[in-house]
T-cell receptor, first 110, second 113 residues
Framework: QKEVEQNSGPLSVPEGAIASLNCTYSDRGSQSFFWYRQYSGKSPELIMFIYSNGDKEDGRFTAQLNKASQYVSLLIRDSQPSDSATYLCALSGGANNLFFGTGTRLTVIP | DVKVTQSSRYLVKRTGEKVFLECVQDMDHENMFWYRQDPGLGLRLIYFSYDVKMKEKGDIPEGYSVSREKKERFSLILESASTNQTSMYLC???WGRGNSPLHFGNGTRLTVT
């Protein structure tokens, strides 16, 4: 069983600040990492995926992967109230499925 | 865009009923999945399928079965619904072998009374 750990939060940041969400994992063999956003009562939607060590940027979002330290993070720049949601970290399970963390709840305060 | 459609948004069933949850995807994805999501427990994999008529147990298959007669359709069956199966059920699909993101349907909130 692959362990994926996230701080459940809530994480509160003021509007315009940088929100930093972190995820650690137990399996060194994991190759692919994903960040999903889930609004209350809705299903998860894919924000980003990252396969290689380093940073990957997409608009206001940056995913960071450090395989040696077994963590992946998501930075949200210029946070907006519409970013308030639960963010799920997931990693590939090898048999085509993903293992999910329990999510971090982010609140952006106007 | 990938579209994963779950047949019902909300369902209320009685204990002991047989329940069918249907999921259809329109992107010719090989892989399909059923998860349930409960507060504090996150997403838990019930069953998945990587091909027609193929199925694999996930982490919590007890009390559930699945059917995949066509590539685009994956059904979750609760043989005899119980109150502890009250949950949000999420269907997802993906393509290829490993390293592929999952695309989720809108979810079915099932209440068993």
């Amino acid at each position: 069983q692959k362990e994926v750990e996230q701080n459940s939060g809530p994480l509160s940041v003021p509007e315009g600040a940088i929100a930093s969400l972190n995820c650690t994992y137990s399996d060194r063999g994991s190759q692919s990492f994903f960040w999903y956003r889930q609004y209350s009562g809705k299903s998860p939607e894919l924000i980003m995926f990252i396969y290689s060590n380093g940073d990957k940027e997409d608009g206001r979002f940056t995913a960071q992967l450090n395989k040696a330290s077994q963590y992946v993070s998501l930075l949200i720049r210029d946070s907006q109230p519409s970013d308030s949601a639960t963010y799920l970290c997931a990693l590939s399970g090898g048999a085509n499925n993903l293992f999910f963390g329990t999510g971090t709840r982010l609140t952006v305060i106007p | 865009d990938v579209k994963v459609t779950q047949s019902s948004r909300y369902l209320v069933k009685r204990t002991g009923e047989k329940v069918f949850l249907e999921c259809v995807q329109d992107m010719d994805h090989e892989n399909m999945f059923w998860y349930r999501q409960d507060p504090g427990l996150g997403l838990r994999l019930i069953y998945f399928s990587y091909d027609v008529k193929m199925k694999e147990k996930g982490d919590i298959p007890e009390g559930y079965s699945v059917s995949r007669e066509k590539k685009e359709r994956f059904s979750l069956i609760l043989e005899s619904a119980s109150t502890n199966q009250t949950s949000m059920y999420l269907c997802a699909s993906s393509w290829g072998r490993g390293n592929s993101p999952l695309h989720f349907g809108n979810g079915t909130r099932l209440t068993v009374t």
